[in-house]
């Protein structure tokens, strides 16, 4: 995956997706976010439509980790508090320290 910088990802964005803002660290790309949730490309990009956690960034598709992992395991209230920028929040960072990836630094010093 090409690395993605918080600049090139929220120019990427339509207006609606930059209210949000994204972290790179748990940003994976297509393929690997369709190995590990074990269904086709197609699928993932479907959830990224009625989910939220994929998004079409420069003719890619990209998806947050924690936020499939979250769908994958029917957390939908952790999900919901992801959605919002909760990042910080008991349940949304279970998902983060699950998949080691560093909380962002907002989040880091919140909880």
Known sequence: ?????????KQSFTT?????FYHPAELRDLDWAAAYARRC?????LYGKRHGVAW???GRTV??????????????AALEHWRR????HPDVRTYYERLNIALPA?????G
């Open 106 to 110: 907002t989040a880091a010093t919140a």
């Open 41 to 45: 490309k197609a699928s993932i990009r």
């Open 85 to 88: 920028g909760d990042v910080a």
């Open 16 to 20: 609606r997706d930059a209210t949000r």
């Open 63 to 76: 998806v947050s980790a924690p936020a499939l992992q979250m769908l994958l395991s029917g957390d939908h």
């Open 1 to 9: 995956m090409t690395h993605m910088t918080s600049q090139n990802i």
């Open 56 to 58: 079409l960034v420069r």
